[in-house]
């Protein structure tokens, strides 16, 4: 099984900061790896898929970038609806695994 | 727009089963394989497997291999989930979440909001 360990588990910025959220895994993924948003109480929302590419309706502030075993997702100006855990999933080989999350905290 | 509406919460007792539903609408149904992935209390999230919608083909995570099983209903959009023999650290929140890519379980694309199952004596 593929493990995806993300790092820091907590990062405490504010409001117009830049986040910057990574993902390592335990062999080469190529670039087949995902990241999700997920607020408190809501289920997650794919932001980004194939290491860089934006999902729909997904703003420009996101973006992704990585291939092989490091990965890196990139928030360029905290906005208030930002903080949230962001969670990192592959799909390069069986079982589909998940990162354990970063925690993106106000402040 | 792309919806998924799963059922609502259930409360099993230990070596119970419970079947989860999760109906589509917005898109057609068939084009788009439905994975399932659950979230313990507090916990992280975890994938338990994906069915093709259009011809029925499963792939399960090894580890609910023999207790878990998917199934579709094409004529109403809507799948199913049924996981058996149910302990206490089957208390989670299950998801249904659409495969982006056609007739793939690749990204998980958009979610049901969860349906809360809690396995208790």
């Known amino acids: ?107 | 727009q792309v919806k998924l509406e799963q059922s609502a919460a259930e409360v099993k007792k230990p070596g119970a089963s419970v079947k989860v539903s999760c109906k589509a609408s917005g898109y057609n149904f068939i084009d788009h394989g439905i994975n399932w992935l659950r979230q313990a209390p507090g916990q992280g999230l975890q994938w338990m497997g994906w069915i093709n919608s259009h011809n029925g083909y499963t792939k399960y995570a090894q580890m609910f291999q023999g207790r878990v099983t998917m199934a579709t209903d094409t004529s109403t959009s809507t799948a199913y989930m049924e996981l058996r023999s149910l302990r206490s650290d089957d208390t989670a929140i299950y998801y249904c979440a659409r495969g982006r890519v056609n007739n793939s379980p690749w990204w998980f694309d958009p979610w049901g909001q969860g349906t809360l199952v809690i396995v208790s004596s």
Request: hydrophobic letters at 30%.
């Open chain 1, 1 to 107: 099984e593929i493990v995806l360990t993300q790092s820091p588990a907590t990062l405490s910025l504010s409001p117009g900061e830049r986040a910057t959220l990574s993902c390592r895994a335990s062999q080469s993924i190529s670039n087949y790896l995902g990241w999700y948003q997920q607020k408190p109480g809501q289920a997650p929302r794919l932001l980004i898929y194939d290491a860089s590419n934006r999902a729909t309706g997904i703003p420009p502030r996101f973006s992704g970038s990585g291939s092989g075993t490091d990965f890196t997702l990139t928030i360029s100006s905290l906005e208030p609806e930002d903080f949230a855990v962001y969670y990192c999933q592959q799909r390069s080989k069986w079982p589909l695994t998940f990162g354990g999350g970063t925690k993106v905290e106000m402040k």
